[in-house]
């Protein structure tokens, strides 16, 4: 059963009666709808109408902090969290307060016709007013870089770490910067990455930026001194090619221009990198060591000397080796040219010399004198070079060569040598145009212009020869006869009807050679019994008649006293031909033909009696080929023929 409230039955009541009395009784007029607020009364239902007077008020939360904040109102009514809309007079202004949990903020209020801060006024209304209040976390977390220290040094790569912490929405995410760079983004605790320095060196600030889930951010940042760059130095002594025979201070230059020097180690050792000494380290400058070699038992030789370097950070470099020498003792020289004694024929000659110096390189330097005389002249240096004699006057000459180590200790040596650069002349002694016996000597002969008794002179001569045939155009080609021969004369042994013509040339003891000198020719004639006798018994044709018969060439001759008789030799070619005869008081006269003209008659009368006396008896200015023909022109007088010469 409806329960209908007190407060709307009375009036019904009064205006029930009120009609009752003043209309008579008729059929029930229809009753209008009464309001009803369901608000207030719960007997109300769906179908009824909340009174006029009546309004409302609805707030709703939003945000990340919604379940963070508590709406009040005033008057009251409305205690969101749990009532979040109430009833008020319609038009009513109602004031809305919010309070938060820590760390959450009040961002902004909507459907209010005022709102400062945490307050809100809206009015009533018969619909119902709407408000929303926005929650949001405005807190930033709280960030701190725990490593690298602060200032510290730095090098390579670098452990970075951060602790980080939000009490509201949570760290979300921590990011590491370097110079304004990300190096990486850590989301889970520890936070913490590896950062790459690079090449990099000097001040850079390093930063951690924390965020919470709400977005909101801190930063911590410190900083951080990087090196990166290795220190450099250099050995300032032992000098590049010192010699050093005794104790001397090995000493450095250094520098870093990041974290500083930790450390420099001098080292000495072998060209090949073998280490020979390695003294402990120096951690302060001025960098300095005492070197003794003797102390350590070092030999002499070449060395390298140079140094290791560190930083504080614990960059490394290494200086660049320097050259040096330990040297105790004198170099040891040997000349190689020129030998002792040697001739010098050239404008320039060799020298060369091998010194040796167990502490250093040693240098040769060259000069040389006069024998007779006392000062030297420089030569130039170096343990080869080329001497230039040219503008030096041929004669005998003292070269000497001193060597001279890195600690300024010299060895000498001197060479006697002789100086002859003209070549010697060569000749053959003059030869008869026709040779009365076909053995015959050849002799030689040379000067030597840059000779004395004391440096030069010959030493040996070679003898060539070329022949040509009574019947042959021209000359064979030339043949060596003799080698290496001293000056004199050697026996030739030629072959009948046969020119020979001979050149030497000769060398002296400097080297020097006079080029094959002028030809002396000589022809070997014909014997008489290679011409045809006409007629046959016209003519006697003879032989020696004792093995002591020198008297005739070849031994054999042809006689005759018939006029008219001839001797014929065919196929001759030449530019001369002679007759080797027998001339007498007696004698007669042969008349010369050549290919059948007649040439000359050659009368054979002498005061005393001529065995093979030669005569020429036709000259050609060119090679001539013909026959020749003697024929008997005085009878009665006596003709002898040794033998007919033909030369080219």
Known sequence: MRRIRFAVLVPLLLAIGAAAIATPVATPAPVAAVPCDPNRNPDCGAGDSPPPDIGSVTVSRSGAGASHATITSSPSGINCGTTCTAEFGLGQAVTLSASVDSGWSITGWSGCSSSSGPSCTTTATSGGASVTVTIADVTPPSVSITAPAASSWQKGFVDVAAVASDGVSGVASVEFRAGGSVIATDTTAPYGVSWATGSTSGLVTLSAAARDSAGNMAVSSIGVNLDNAAPSGSITAPGDGDVVDGPIDLTADASDVGSGISRLNFIIAKPDGRLVWTPGSDKAAPWSIAFDPDALAIPDGEYRAYASLSDVVGN????????????????????DAPADGAFISSAFTDLSATATDAGSTPTVRWSYRPEAGTDFVSIGSGKALSWDVSGVPDGTYIVRAVATDGAGRRTGVERRVHLDRQAPTAKISPLPAVSKSSSYTVAWSGTDPGWNSEYSGVVEFDVRYRKAAFNAGTFGPLTT??????????????????????????????????????????????????LTA?????????????????????GTYSRSKTTGATLVRGGIQGTRVAIVVTRCPTCGKLAVFWNGSLIRNVDLRASTTQRRAVVTVITFNQLRFGTLTLKVARGGNLVELDGVAVSH
Not at 493 to 499: E, N
Request: aromatic fraction near 14%.
């Open 316 to 335: 490394h470099s290494t200086t660049a080796n320097v050259p040096f020498w330990v040297d105790r003792a004198a170099p040891t020289l040997s000349m």
């Open 481 to 530: 006869w003799l080698n290496g021969m001293d000056p004199g004369s050697f026996t030739f042994d030629g072959k009948p009807g046969t020119t020979y013509c001979f050149s030497t040339r000769d060398k002296d003891w400097a080297g020097h050679s006079s080029g094959w000198s002028a030809e002396r020719c000589t022809s070997v004639p014909l014997d008489d019994r290679s």
């Open 534 to 554: 006409s007629p046959a018994g016209a003519w006697a044709r003879n032989s020696k008649t004792s093995a002591a018969d020198n008297r005739y060439f070849e």
